[in-house]
């Protein structure tokens, strides 16, 4: 290949991947919007664009991992924090069949400003859901 051929090839496919990777971003956002939604239906001034923000940088330390269910069994369950139902009486604890697309850890009483990583065992399952610290 030529380096006219080469260099056209490069000009073409970053910006791709530039849009590619800032629609990743919208849909960031747009899950944590949806999260923010469900958990404060009926206190809406917590899900505005003032708080988005914290809850990306909450979100983005949220990891989620499969591991052997004898791992997990030392660790506390999710279901012993408590959820944040008081602006929605509906919000539930994960269901019995989990799954990963499905959790909204704004639900959840994670403390977000601990200097420790946490660890919870996603109950009837074989997930685990970590809550790393804050890089300052």
């Known amino acids: 290949m030529n380096k006219k051929k080469f260099l056209l090839l490069i000009a073409l496919v970053v910006p791709a991947l530039g849009n590619l990777f800032a629609q990743d971003g919208n849909y960031f956002k747009s899950k944590t919007r949806t999260y923010a939604s469900e958990v404060f239906q009926n206190c809406m001034m917590y899900a505005t664009d003032q708080y988005i923000p914290t809850y990306e940088e909450w ?25 944040k139902e008081k602006c929605n009486n509906y919000l539930l604890t994960e269901p019995k069949k989990f799954t990963v697309e499905q959790f909204n850890p704004l639900k959840y009483f ?16 074989n997930y685990i859901v970590i809550i790393h610290p804050a890089v300052k």
């Not at 983005?60 to 499969?66: A, D, G, P, T």
């Open 59 to 83: 979100m983005s330390r949220v990891e989620v991992k499969q591991v052997d269910k004898s791992v997990s069994q030392s660790l506390p369950a999710l279901s012993t924090l408590p959820i």
């Open 110 to 125: 994670f403390d977000f400003y601990s200097k420790k990583e946490m660890t919870y065992r996603i109950d009837n399952s």
